[in-house]
């Protein structure tokens, strides 16, 4: 069963940065794997896409202050956080586009305004 570890959470302030990982436990070079996260109350949603070609989507609320970005060398894949804001408040987790791995245990972001 293929493993998701999720990692670079925390505490930050409105305008704060932080880099989160995903440790995948096989290569998963073949994969679109994406950044999904879900705020409390509300459904899961897809933060930020990476196909194997290279090709990115993201939601419109992060587009220009969030990066996705992989290592296939490592089985890591990351996603650069900048401009934080209270709104992305979340538990962030990674899996494919769609996702079909059993979920890891999420990494807790949290912005303070």
């Known amino acids: 069963q293929v493993q998701l570890v999720e990692s670079g959470g925390g505490l930050v302030q409105t305008g704060g940065s932080l880099r989160l990982s995903c440790k995948v436990s096989?290569?998963?070079?073949?994969?679109?794997m994406a950044w999904y996260r879900q705020a409390p109350g509300k459904p899961r949603e897809l933060v930020a896409g990476l196909t194997i070609d290279g090709r990115t989507n993201y939601l419109d609320s992060v587009l220009r202050r969030f990066t996705i970005s992989r290592d296939d060398a490592k089985n890591t894949m990351y996603l650069q956080m900048n401009s934080l804001q209270p709104e992305d408040t979340a538990v962030y987790y990674c899996?494919?586009?769609?996702?079909?791995?059993?979920w890891g245990r999420g990494t807790q972001v949290t912005v303070s305004s």
């Open positions: 899996n494919r586009d769609p996702p079909v791995l059993t």
């Open positions: 096989t290569s998963f070079s073949n994969d679109i």
